[in-house]
């Protein structure tokens, strides 16, 4: 990297007024190819200019970039700091400050690289100075979970002593059970702190249990009640894991409280903690937790573990029951519908050649319900070969169409691809006027095209369009049109969903 990328990069992360959203520029790409000296000259340029708030996206893209610079997932060709650049990224952490939650990422970095001295700042800034919420601890502690060459005892244990920071106990309880439970560290570094840890799970218990009975007494937002209780969760759920590995009877009182809380998630570590120290209350629950979907996968899991399995029904053992769970747990995240469905029902299942698979794929159809204040809200999901489900409703359509709706999604492929219509060269927009005119000579009318597709070489056009007076997408290419008419105005398949159907449709065919 010459001074003068160095100076772009510079530039780009100060000129926050002038940067396009969404950019992706080269200087990241410069980053790369920098020498070690380059590196620090760069991180001492940003100690010396005055950071804000207003700089963090694009200090979150650039520390990214120096995370992947590292490789910290590829054993053969992963990346060491030069013991010139920790100081460095120490004290520039610090120099952020709590607020700017780009820098976790340098956190990150010290975990990437995992040499005892980085892996002793890391400890040491974790403890005194920690991440500001908790999505930002995890991030910061991921690449101690995806590599294990590291000495651990650089890590623990010093981080015991961050368990007063809720925001950062979950995630370094949650690394010690990983330790342990591989075999990376013995004892359990909580041998040690017992009687804290179970003083900690019956705080949280007790906060978990006021926030049933009133959640307004720690937040007055949705979202941040949800926080709340998603953070808790995750700390309790940590320490029945801790507490069931350490071995120690004297947690038993406190998992049966935990036992208490209407959780599934939390409801299931307690059960599966008690269960550990042969208390059959526990092994009950956990047995009986299989009959919930969401919970199904990780009961199964513990269930093969204690030894349990002959006691669970077998319906919740089956292939189709795991994709169930799969499906439930998928819809449950956050990102999704963020809570399980109120029920499912399978729909189709077979075993079919799919796309990016060798050999044929189990694949699940699964229609999904929701009970919820403004009404019943139902679709079909997927499980096998992927977890997924649309926006737009597959009710009406026949299984095919529907594996194909999600095949056609899968797929992965360069000659495989979609352009916008508003957005084509000359000769792209001649291919759209020829194809919509094909569309015309079969009684299509209002034809608004919205896609061009290519597909294996083929030329296709998504467009809206009426037929015999209802509204609807069409798909042609060089063969007879495809044809969705809009059967619920509120979800209907839209252009995206209509293109994936004709994609699936072909490669389905044409695998099996």
Known sequence: MSDAQMQSLIEY????????????????????EATDVQLDAFLRTLLDVELTSDHEPALGEVFRYLVYRLRPWDASHRRRLAA??????????????????????????????AIPFELTEFANLVVEDPPGDAPSALLAFG???QHTSYDSTMLFPKLLDALAHQVIAASVIDLANFLFRHGLIDPHPGVTRQEQLTELLGAVVGRLARMEEDPTEFATTPDEIARQIEDAIALAVALCDALALIGDRDAVGKLYQALEVRHRRLHTEAAAALARFGEEAGKDALVALAAEPVARLRVLAYAEELGLTDKLDEQFTTPAARAEAELALWLAQPSQMGLPPTWLELVDSRTQHWPGYDEPMESFLIRF????????????????????????DLLDLPPDDIYAAFAGWHVEHEDIFEMDAAALTEAQRLEVTRLERRLRDFDYDAVQPTILG??????????????????????VDDQEPIWFPTRNPARPIGSHEACCIYKGRRLLRAFN
């Open 454 to 475: 290519m597909f294996l070489g083929d030329k296709v056009l998504v467009a809206r369009a009426v037929r015999q007076g209802h509204a609807g997408i069409a798909v």
């Open 143 to 145: 690449p101690l979970f």
């Open 369 to 392: 319900t929701y009970q919820l204040p403004a009404g019943e809200f139902s679709n079909v999901g997927i499980a096998g070969p992927l977890t997924h489900a649309f926006g737009a």
């Open 84 to 113: 010139t650049t920790v100081p460095l990224i120490v004290a520039l952490y610090r120099r952020l400050g709590k607020a700017n939650a780009a820098r976790c990422y340098l956190l990150q970095l010290l975990a990437a690289s």
């Open 13 to 32: 992360v100060l000129e926050v007024e002038s940067r396009p959203r969404d950019s992706n520029p080269l200087e990241l790409q410069w980053l790369g």
